[in-house]
């Protein structure tokens, strides 16, 4: 689905989210298309989903985001260093 489609279906919500398509451009993340895996209701549940998500499957490209945001923009980060060792 598509961000403005999502805003319709979950009004006012928080959202744990999965970047089905996705590329980069000048520095940002552009979405095309999204899936919603859990709503929550509020921004500390959605944030603990994410973590336990993430930590069992960091390869996936998993946001949080409130449905009131009209658009989505997304700045990449570029990692330096290692991580986890």
């Known amino acids: 689905m598509k961000w403005e489609e999502i805003r ?9 989210v999965e970047a089905i398509k ?5 520095g940002k993340r552009m979405i ?3 899936s919603v895996i859990h ?8 944030m603990k989903g994410y973590t336990q998500l993430h930590r069992d499957s960091p390869e996936r490209e998993l ?4 449905t009131d945001r009209e658009e989505l923009d997304i700045a990449e980060r570029t990692w330096i260093g290692i ?3």
């Open 63 to 66: 946001y949080v985001f409130h």
């Open 39 to 46: 709503s929550f209701p509020d921004s500390i549940a959605a």
């Open 32 to 34: 095309e298309q999204l």
């Open 83 to 85: 991580r986890g060792l």
């Open 22 to 26: 996705a590329h980069s451009e000048a």
């Open 8 to 16: 319709k279906y979950y009004p006012h919500q928080w959202l744990l």
